[in-house]
Nanobody
Framework: QVQLVESGGGSVQSGGSLRLSCAAS????????MAWFRQAPGEEREGVAG???????KYADSVKGRFTISKDNANHILYLKMNSLKPEDTAMYYC???????????????????WGQGTQVTVSS
């Protein structure tokens, strides 16, 4: 019954911005850690940004300072604001959730049980 639905992907030019959304249902939202992962063609899925149950955020070095993860607790929506986008940010972006994932594990894909279907982000040079 857990459902995560991503939206907000699209095509932008290098340097542009985009905001991804993940609508969550079927979970005790405030008890779950949530995160964004991405996967480019031929590459492994990697953690981009995560937020734990206490609201602490963790970012991959490659996006630190450019991306911001946040939560709308009232409406159960996870966001990823992406600024200064680069061609290497091009990937399918996935929303993930799991109960009580510790801060140090927020970017570890094996620690997340629930996944959305993804939304495509394409950044042109």
């Amino acid at each position: 019954q857990v459902q995560l639905v991503e939206s907000g992907g699209g095509s932008v030019q290098s340097g542009g911005s985009l905001r991804l959304s993940c609508a969550a249902s079927g979970i005790s939202y405030n008890m779950y850690a949530m995160a964004w992962f991405r996967q480019a063609p031929g590459e492994e899925r990697e953690g981009v940004a995560g937020i734990d149950c206490d609201g602490n955020a963790k970012y991959a070095d490659s996006v630190k300072g450019r991306f911001t993860i946040s939560k709308d607790n009232a409406n159960h929506i996870l966001y990823l604001k992406m600024n200064s986008l680069k061609p290497e940010d091009t990937a399918m972006y996935y929303c993930a959730a799991e109960i009580w994932v510790g801060y140090s594990r927020l970017l570890k894909k094996a620690d997340f049980r629930y996944w959305g279907q993804g939304t495509q982000v394409t950044v042109s040079s």
